[in-house]
Protein backbone atom coordinates (compact mmCIF):
# COMPACT_ATOMS: atom_id res chain seq x y z
CA UNK A 1 0.00 0.00 0.00
CA UNK A 2 0.92 3.50 -0.88
CA UNK A 3 0.65 6.09 1.68
CA UNK A 4 -0.43 8.89 -1.11
CA UNK A 5 -2.48 6.40 -2.89
CA UNK A 6 -4.41 6.28 0.58
CA UNK A 7 -4.56 9.85 1.20
CA UNK A 8 -6.47 10.47 -2.13
CA UNK A 9 -8.31 7.65 -2.13
CA UNK A 10 -10.00 8.92 1.25
CA UNK A 11 -10.03 12.21 -0.30
CA UNK A 12 -11.94 11.68 -3.21
CA UNK A 13 -14.58 10.16 -0.92
CA UNK A 14 -14.60 12.51 2.05
CA UNK A 15 -17.47 14.37 0.47
CA UNK A 16 -19.94 12.11 0.00
CA UNK A 17 -18.77 9.95 2.94
CA UNK A 18 -21.47 10.41 5.89
CA UNK A 19 -23.97 9.88 3.04
CA UNK A 20 -23.16 6.45 2.66
CA UNK A 21 -22.76 5.98 6.10
CA UNK A 22 -25.07 3.00 8.04
CA UNK A 23 -24.59 3.38 11.63
CA UNK A 24 -25.51 0.89 14.25
CA UNK A 25 -26.16 2.85 17.06
CA UNK A 26 -26.07 -0.74 19.21
CA UNK A 27 -22.99 -1.72 17.80
CA UNK A 28 -21.49 1.90 18.60
CA UNK A 29 -22.36 1.43 22.07
CA UNK A 30 -20.87 -2.08 22.39
CA UNK A 31 -17.55 -0.80 21.25
CA UNK A 32 -17.21 2.55 23.43
CA UNK A 33 -17.73 0.10 26.27
CA UNK A 34 -15.83 -1.89 25.91
CA UNK A 35 -13.15 0.44 24.67
CA UNK A 36 -13.92 1.91 28.39
CA UNK A 37 -15.12 5.51 27.08
CA UNK A 38 -16.13 7.57 30.08
CA UNK A 39 -16.87 10.98 31.71
CA UNK A 40 -13.83 13.04 32.64
CA UNK A 41 -11.49 10.71 29.83
CA UNK A 42 -9.63 11.53 26.53
CA UNK A 43 -10.58 9.81 23.81
CA UNK A 44 -7.50 9.21 20.41
CA UNK A 45 -9.75 8.34 17.49
CA UNK A 46 -7.37 6.88 15.46
CA UNK A 47 -8.54 7.08 11.42
CA UNK A 48 -11.32 9.42 12.66
CA UNK A 49 -13.02 10.46 9.29
CA UNK A 50 -15.48 12.76 9.07
CA UNK A 51 -16.41 12.63 12.45
CA UNK A 52 -18.56 9.70 12.91
CA UNK A 53 -17.78 8.93 16.51
CA UNK A 54 -17.26 12.39 18.05
CA UNK A 55 -21.36 12.55 19.14
CA UNK A 56 -20.82 9.37 20.95
CA UNK A 57 -18.22 10.17 22.32
CA UNK A 58 -19.33 13.66 23.50
CA UNK A 59 -22.45 11.70 24.69
CA UNK A 60 -20.78 9.94 27.42
CA UNK A 61 -18.92 13.54 28.55
CA UNK A 62 -14.94 12.89 27.67
CA UNK A 63 -13.30 15.77 28.44
CA UNK A 64 -11.13 15.14 25.25
CA UNK A 65 -11.34 14.03 21.96
CA UNK A 66 -8.50 14.13 19.82
CA UNK A 67 -8.91 12.71 16.00
CA UNK A 68 -6.30 11.56 13.49
CA UNK A 69 -6.92 11.06 10.14
CA UNK A 70 -4.39 11.38 7.09
CA UNK A 71 -6.77 12.69 4.40
CA UNK A 72 -6.70 16.64 4.73
CA UNK A 73 -10.29 16.29 3.23
CA UNK A 74 -11.88 14.03 5.98
CA UNK A 75 -10.34 16.31 8.56
CA UNK A 76 -11.99 19.33 7.13
CA UNK A 77 -15.69 17.63 7.16
CA UNK A 78 -14.58 16.03 10.29
CA UNK A 79 -13.29 19.71 11.78
CA UNK A 80 -16.45 21.71 10.47
CA UNK A 81 -19.08 19.38 12.04
CA UNK A 82 -18.77 20.20 15.51
CA UNK A 83 -18.23 23.10 17.14
CA UNK A 84 -16.97 21.63 20.55
CA UNK A 85 -14.42 22.61 22.24
CA UNK A 86 -13.35 18.80 23.61
CA UNK A 87 -12.91 18.04 19.88
CA UNK A 88 -9.49 18.54 18.26
CA UNK A 89 -8.69 17.04 14.83
CA UNK A 90 -5.12 16.73 14.10
CA UNK A 91 -4.12 15.76 10.12
CA UNK A 92 -1.43 13.23 9.72
CA UNK A 93 -0.24 9.67 9.99
CA UNK A 94 -0.62 8.69 13.60
CA UNK A 95 2.63 6.50 13.45
CA UNK A 96 4.96 9.97 12.69
CA UNK A 97 2.83 12.49 14.24
CA UNK A 98 4.55 13.80 17.41
CA UNK A 99 2.10 12.73 20.81
CA UNK A 100 -0.08 15.74 21.54
CA UNK A 101 -1.68 14.27 24.39
CA UNK A 102 -1.58 10.85 26.37
CA UNK A 103 -5.09 9.54 26.40
CA UNK A 104 -7.36 7.33 28.42
CA UNK A 105 -8.34 5.20 24.80
CA UNK A 106 -7.20 4.54 21.79
CA UNK A 107 -10.25 3.78 19.00
CA UNK A 108 -9.73 2.65 16.26
CA UNK A 109 -12.86 2.21 14.22
CA UNK A 110 -13.65 0.54 10.61
CA UNK A 111 -10.11 2.14 9.60
CA UNK A 112 -7.93 -0.56 10.99
CA UNK A 113 -6.45 -2.41 7.23
CA UNK A 114 -5.83 0.88 5.76
CA UNK A 115 -2.93 1.02 7.74
CA UNK A 116 0.21 -0.85 6.03
CA UNK A 117 2.22 -1.65 8.93
CA UNK A 118 0.02 -2.79 12.02
CA UNK A 119 2.99 -3.87 14.48
CA UNK A 120 4.21 -0.32 13.63
CA UNK A 121 0.75 0.86 14.61
CA UNK A 122 0.57 -0.93 17.55
CA UNK A 123 3.76 0.08 19.17
CA UNK A 124 3.80 3.76 18.21
CA UNK A 125 0.00 3.98 19.84
CA UNK A 126 1.51 2.86 23.26
CA UNK A 127 2.88 6.38 23.22
CA UNK A 128 -0.47 7.64 23.16
CA UNK A 129 -1.84 5.98 26.18
CA UNK A 130 -1.85 6.76 29.63
CA UNK A 131 -0.45 4.34 32.31
CA UNK A 132 -3.26 1.19 32.08
CA UNK A 133 -5.10 2.98 29.03
CA UNK A 134 -6.80 0.84 26.32
CA UNK A 135 -6.87 0.59 23.00
CA UNK A 136 -9.86 -0.98 20.92
CA UNK A 137 -10.01 -2.21 17.22
CA UNK A 138 -13.15 -2.42 15.82
CA UNK A 139 -15.38 -2.89 12.83
CA UNK A 140 -19.63 -3.07 12.24
CA UNK A 141 -19.26 -5.99 10.13
CA UNK A 142 -17.55 -9.20 10.13
CA UNK A 143 -14.45 -10.50 8.05
CA UNK A 144 -16.36 -11.94 5.18
CA UNK A 145 -18.66 -8.69 4.39
CA UNK A 146 -15.38 -6.59 5.19
CA UNK A 147 -13.43 -8.92 2.15
CA UNK A 148 -15.98 -8.28 0.46
CA UNK A 149 -16.21 -4.65 1.15
CA UNK A 150 -12.56 -4.04 0.46
CA UNK A 151 -12.21 -5.87 -2.87
CA UNK A 152 -13.67 -3.44 -5.19
CA UNK A 153 -12.27 0.41 -5.20
CA UNK A 154 -10.35 -0.36 -1.68
CA UNK A 155 -8.18 -3.07 -2.89
CA UNK A 156 -5.51 -0.97 -3.25
CA UNK A 157 -5.51 1.17 -0.18
CA UNK A 158 -6.23 -2.16 2.04
CA UNK A 159 -5.10 -5.17 3.14
CA UNK A 160 -6.70 -8.42 4.38
CA UNK A 161 -8.62 -7.78 7.86
CA UNK A 162 -6.69 -10.58 10.95
CA UNK A 163 -8.84 -12.86 12.74
CA UNK A 164 -9.37 -11.29 15.81
CA UNK A 165 -7.34 -14.12 17.09
CA UNK A 166 -4.53 -13.23 15.05
CA UNK A 167 -4.84 -9.31 15.76
CA UNK A 168 -4.52 -10.27 19.19
CA UNK A 169 -1.53 -12.60 19.40
CA UNK A 170 -0.39 -9.28 17.41
CA UNK A 171 -0.64 -6.52 20.13
CA UNK A 172 0.41 -8.98 22.94
CA UNK A 173 3.82 -7.81 23.19
CA UNK A 174 2.11 -4.09 24.19
CA UNK A 175 -1.59 -4.87 25.54
CA UNK A 176 -3.06 -7.79 27.69
CA UNK A 177 -5.91 -8.63 25.54
CA UNK A 178 -9.65 -9.49 27.13
CA UNK A 179 -11.39 -9.28 23.98
CA UNK A 180 -11.30 -10.35 21.02
CA UNK A 181 -15.15 -11.08 19.62
CA UNK A 182 -15.61 -12.11 15.89
CA UNK A 183 -18.96 -12.57 14.61
CA UNK A 184 -20.95 -12.53 10.81
CA UNK A 185 -21.67 -8.76 11.79
CA UNK A 186 -19.06 -7.76 14.06
CA UNK A 187 -15.31 -7.42 14.68
CA UNK A 188 -13.78 -6.35 18.71
CA UNK A 189 -10.36 -6.33 19.69
CA UNK A 190 -9.21 -4.86 22.87
CA UNK A 191 -6.68 -4.76 25.99
CA UNK A 192 -5.07 -2.77 28.26
CA UNK A 193 -1.66 -1.52 28.23
CA UNK A 194 0.84 -3.26 29.87
Known sequence: MNQSEIIAFFDRLAKTWDEHLVKDDEKIQRILD????KPGHVVLDVGCGTGVLFPDYL???VSRVIGVDISPEMVRIAGAKLHDPRVEVLCGDITT??????????????????????ALLLDRLRLWLLPGGRITVAHSMGLEALARHHAGAARHV????????????????WYQVDTAISQPDYYLVSGRLR
Not at 34 to 37: D, E, I, L
Open 34 to 37: TAGV
Open 59 to 61: KRD
Open 97 to 118: LPVHLRCHEAVLYNCFPHFPDP
Open 158 to 173: SREMLPAEELAELMEP
